[in-house]
């Protein structure tokens, strides 16, 4: 004869297991609902770390770059996850055409709420395959820059230089016009403006401003740096420094700053005045006592 211990876990395991209702000809239970959630649960996490060793892998062994691995990995990741539900499913008992019968069902009813969440799945997948933006690019959409740390199943993170994360739906990059920075090439040209006083030789303008851009370590040689005599401005010559950049594209502020500290204690160094707005003012009527404090003389 069974124990009374031995009876309460028989009962609780046919509670368990007894059908709370049915979806066609699957009976779902406690025990087949907690078998599903283990089942997705351990495929998520065998997914995970088979991308993180698959984009590794690639990097170590076939020296990709992080964006490629990337995009490789999140694509195997997209069909692992369809191969294990495909199988792990059926073997649960689950009929996947019982499963697509029922969603068909009220698939119609849906389909408009769903609709942009699939623009944003078929624009991530487009993101990753034909690559227009990828993990590591830097990006300028509505007026925001910043760098793309993730292209996700619905959302595309851009981390801005306030350490700001946008979170841009997939589908924007798809239907909307976007400025990619470092498309085809890292390599990013600044513009430094600068002004010296009228007198000063240009030419040793030209060659201080040279100076300053070959000796930082971040501005490359390769294309050469460039000044251009803009113009005359009203109080100054105008140039303008032409310099590229690999390495600090995601902080163009800092990197500005740092040349302009530069020009300007090397402009001090060569004895090039900097000026400041001057203006002649032209005085057609004075009154005496005003002309006479001006003149130097008593006031009459």
């Given at each position: ?120 799945l078929v624009g991530g997948l ?50 909307r016009r976007v400025i990619n ?27 201080v401003l040279l100076a300053v ?88």
């Amino acid at each position: 004869m069974p124990s009374p211990a031995t009876r309460e876990i028989a009962e609780l395991r046919s509670a368990l297991a007894h059908p709370l209702f049915s979806i066609g000809s699957i009976e779902v239970s406690v025990i087949f609902v907690l078998q599903v959630i283990v089942y997705i649960v351990a495929l998520g996490i065998t997914v995970r770390i088979l991308r993180q060793r698959l984009g590794r892998f690639l990097c170590d062994r076939f020296g990709a770059d992080p964006a490629t691995a990337f995009a490789v990995s999140r694509l195997s990741g997209y069909a692992l996850w369809a191969v294990g539900l495909l199988v792990g499913l059926p073997l649960m008992g689950i009929n996947l055409s019982t499963i697509a019968l029922a969603f068909g069902a009220v698939g119609v009813g849906i389909g408009f709420g769903l609709q942009n969440l699939t623009e944003n799945l078929v624009g991530g997948l487009i993101l990753l395959v034909a690559r227009p933006i990828k993990v590591g690019d830097r990006v300028r959409i509505e007026g925001a820059e910043g760098t793309v740390t993730d292209i996700g199943p619905r959302v595309t993170q851009i981390r801005t230089n306030d350490n700001i994360f946008l979170l841009v739906p997939n589908a924007e990059f798809i239907s909307r016009r976007v400025i990619n920075l470092t498309f085809q090439d890292r390599l990013i040209r600044f513009r430094f403006p600068v002004g010296v006083a009228y007198g000063s030789d240009p030419e040793r303008v030209r060659e201080v401003l040279l100076a300053v851009a070959i000796d930082h370590p971040d501005l490359v040689e390769d294309p050469p740096p460039k000044v251009l005599f803009t113009g005359f401005g009203d109080s100054a010559l105008e140039f303008t420094l032409w310099a590229g950049t690999r390495t600090r594209v995601d902080d163009p502020d800092v990197l500005r700053s740092e040349v302009n500290f530069r020009i300007h204690e090397a402009l001090v160094e060569a004895g090039i005045a900097i000026p400041f707005p001057q203006r002649d003012l032209h005085l057609r009527s004075v009154a005496p006592e005003a002309a006479a404090a001006l003149s130097g003389g008593p006031p009459r």
